[in-house]
């Protein structure tokens, strides 16, 4: 019985070692690699002088204005309605942005004078009057666009806001040096309605 044992772990034994004893086979080394050569393309030259003419395009962006128009709008009633003010100005700043790239300029004027009643930051206000005097200065009204320049000065000023009192100085200068432009009645605002909407201070409609 022994002997059967013996015999067996002797057979085992060979089995497992064998591996170590067969011939490993060595491979050649792996050669460097080398910097590849730049590809040389039959690729003609460019002609510089070429004939062909290219037009720049100015593709204006793409949104609808009514959803635009109601999502301002709504903002700019809740914040009226819980009189967070200054968040308004933005919305109605925001608003006459929009009349303005349909040329709804009664629109447009209306609202900037809503966002300068509303606003107490100097900035806003003067960016507001200055946009404010470019309209009335596309519209013929000359009178009235002096009026909101001096206005947005007279505030630069008293904020310390040196840049744009040079800037708004050189506007009342091209507009004292400007001819006086023939705009349509159509396109012309009443200055009663102004006057009486620089009075209001807050939005009866909101």
């Excluded at 290219?54 to 593709?59: D, E, G, L, V």
């Excluded at 967070?84 to 004027?109: M, P």
């Amino acid at each position: 019985m022994r002997f059967f044992l013996l015999l067996a772990c002797c057979a085992i034994s060979l089995n497992t070692s064998a591996q170590f004893w067969k011939k490993k086979v060595r491979y050649a080394a792996i050669e460097s690699a080398k910097s590849a050569p730049a590809p040389q393309f039959a690729t003609p030259a460019l002609n510089l002088k070429s004939n062909v003419v290219y037009i720049n395009y100015y593709i204006q962006p793409v949104f609808d204005f009514d959803l635009m128009e109601q999502a301002v709008l709504k903002e700019a009633k809740h914040n009226m309605r819980y009189r967070e003010y200054q968040q308004a100005s933005h919305s109605f700043t925001d608003l006459a942005g929009l009349y303005l790239l349909h040329n709804r300029f009664s629109e447009a004027k209306w609202y900037l004078l809503q966002s300068i009643s509303l606003s107490n930051n100097a900035n806003l206000k003067i960016a507001n009057l200055l946009t404010l005097a470019g309209i009335k200065t596309d519209l013929g009204e000359a009178a009235l666009a002096k009026t909101d320049l001096q206005e947005a000065r007279m505030l630069a000023s008293a904020n310390g806001l040196k840049a744009d009192v040079i800037e708004i100085d050189r506007r009342l200068l091209a507009l004292n040096n400007s001819k006086p432009l023939i705009v349509k009645p159509e396109l012309r605002y009443s200055e009663a309605v102004e006057a009486a909407a620089r009075k209001k201070t807050t939005l009866k409609a909101l």
